[in-house]
């Protein structure tokens, strides 16, 4: 069977499907070699100092992300030096600094509604007061087991750490 030569006219999409495959396997190549995995550098921040609640500091590539909760930006700001002292020059501080005023509000709000609404705490009375998310539990009760009911709504509450209970007996 003879070879039929291409013509000018075939020759030009050709080359062009050609080009453009190439592109892309050079594309998904380079794609592929600056994707890495997320090294855990948590620790080495802890053994410097860092102390924020929750920190997470992960290096992504050639970035530093660093996340938590404080209510100290000067916490903040020292964990970012800590980056730079260990001689990572990208990074991402993501720590949020929180209003302890603002999540006590909150939590005493959020706590005393959902007293309010569980129906095995009826004809009880409760005072919610909260420091830093540890909160003082007053009021009254019928049974031990509404005590008891009453500190395990309030532990799930976002932003409690601990409940202290001081109640007395209806």
């Known amino acids: 069977m003879a070879r039929v030569p291409l013509s000018q ?20 190549l380079a794609a592929a070699l600056a994707q890495t995995n997320a090294v855990d550098l948590t620790p080495a921040f802890i053994l410097n100092g860092a102390v924020i609640e929750g920190l997470t500091v992960v290096q992504i590539s050639d970035v530093v992300v660093i996340r938590g909760k404080t209510n100290d930006a000067v916490k903040s700001q020292a964990v970012s030096r800590i980056a730079n ?4 020059l990208r990074v991402a501080n993501l720590i949020v600094i929180r209003d302890d005023a603002a999540d006590d509000a909150a939590i005493v709000y ?32 019928r049974r031990d087991a509404q005590e008891e009911l009453a500190v395990y709504i309030l532990s799930k509450v976002d932003g409690v750490k601990e409940v202290h209970p001081k109640l007395a007996r209806l």
């Open 9 to 28: 006219e075939t020759k030009g999409p050709i080359k062009m499907r050609l080009t453009v495959l190439l592109l892309f396997a050079v594309l998904t």
């Open 85 to 88: 002292t260990l001689g990572y």
């Open 110 to 141: 959020t706590g005393q509604r959902r007293l309010e609404l569980e129906p095995g705490l009826q004809g009880c009375r409760f005072r919610i007061a909260s420091l830093r998310g540890v909160i003082q539990l007053t009021g009254g009760v």
